[in-house]
């Protein structure tokens, strides 16, 4: 241990925290090789003896270096070096709200862009407001970004993006940290980084590109559940409205694809959730009704799968999602950018 303070730095000049230089030093050492794995680090009273610190400078520096997994307590031993193939200095958390194909395009192209100089936890929360709350305060000091897709469940399982509650947890982490994902907040201040979907106006005006092929079709169908293990933002409902209204076109909201549905010709469905659209497809077959030709059938959120199977599709670009909120962070950029959304015809309608 005595070896290991020789390459501690702490500069009195500078302005940075001195637990922030204690963790900095540390991890420049462990990427140097000067402390290596399962290697024993002073007591928090014999660093801050050394160094002339407050004891709660020393005990905040390790524990976020706790947080991040760089050393480990051991019960009546002391504190050791936990890993040597170190996490960069950029580390950041990526709490997604579920765990889905479209979601993973997004974390896979931030993944992709952000560059082997950081290392970035994914966390699911399921839209569970109260984990959220204790992930983002259990890691409220640990990590250099936040990147977060806000999107919960009421009670009665409908969509909220924001509550009140995770709105005071989010305004208590450094804004300049903070990346909002695949949604927004109006009245939050503009010094973090935003990229979302504006889901209102974009079915409206994804639909809005094709609308000369589906005025075609005498009823369209919006296949929205009200109430979802996942729920989705009602300003779907209201863009998707908007567009029937403003064109005149007969339409009714159904909360799934029910068994037996009855499907008329000339009948276009929009669905959400995978699981309709496969049961929309399956009913169409035992109908013996072709898709493209008898009814229409547009799916929410593209996917490989979709594209193989030739399913016409009103899509945000996940793939600009992730590689827009890397480039942000990498190039220390802050503001709000709206991700494209498009209408992708194919063969299903």
Do not use: W
């Not at 390790?62 to 480990?72: G, P």
């Not at 959730?273 to 547009?298: C, F, P, R, Y």
């Amino acid at each position: 241990m005595s070896n290991m303070m020789k390459y501690i730095k702490i500069d009195d000049e500078s302005r940075v925290p001195k637990y922030q230089q204690i963790i900095d030093s540390i991890i420049h050492n462990i990427s140097e090789e000067n402390l290596t794995m399962g290697q024993k680090i002073p007591s928090i009273n014999m660093f801050s003896e050394e160094f002339y610190l407050s004891r709660d400078t020393v005990e905040k520096a390790y524990s976020i270096l706790k947080d991040r997994n760089i050393i480990n307590a051991i019960r009546g031993k002391g504190y050791y070096i936990n890993r040597t193939k170190l996490i960069s200095k950029t580390n950041i958390l990526f709490l997604v709200n579920k765990l889905s194909s479209y979601k993973m395009r997004t974390y896979n192209a931030f993944i992709n862009s952000i560059g082997p100089n950081t290392h970035t936890d994914l966390v699911i929360y399921h839209c569970d407001e109260s984990l959220f709350l204790n992930l983002l305060d259990k890691n409220k000091a640990a990590y250099d970004y936040y990147v977060i897709m806000p999107h919960f469940k009421k009670e009665d399982l409908s969509h909220t993006s924001f509550t009140d509650n995770v709105i005071k947890a989010i305004k208590k982490l450094p804004q300049e940290k903070l990346v909002i994902l695949d949604n927004y907040k109006p009245v939050m201040d503009s010094n973090h980084i935003e990229i979302f979907q504006d889901f209102e106006n974009d079915i409206y005006n994804a639909l809005k590109e094709g609308v000369s092929k589906i005025k075609q079709y005498k009823k369209i169908m919006l296949v929205y559940p009200e109430k979802a293990i996942y729920p989705y933002p009602r300003r779907i409902l209201h863009g998707f409205r908007k567009f029937c209204v403003e064109f005149k076109l007969d339409f009714e909201i159904l909360d799934e694809v029910f068994d037996n549905i009855i499907i008329k010709k000339n009948d276009l469905f929009i669905t959400i959730e995978e699981s309709d659209l496969v049961n929309l497809v399956k009913q169409a077959k035992e109908d013996e009704l072709e898709l493209g030709k008898d009814i229409g059938i547009i799916s929410y959120n593209d996917t490989p799968l979709k594209d193989l199977l030739g399913i016409t599709v009103i899509s945000t670009d996940f793939d600009v999602m992730g590689r827009t909120t890397a480039d942000m962070i990498l190039n220390n950029k802050k503001g709000r950018v709206r991700v494209p959304f498009n209408l992708i015809e194919r063969e299903s309608h």
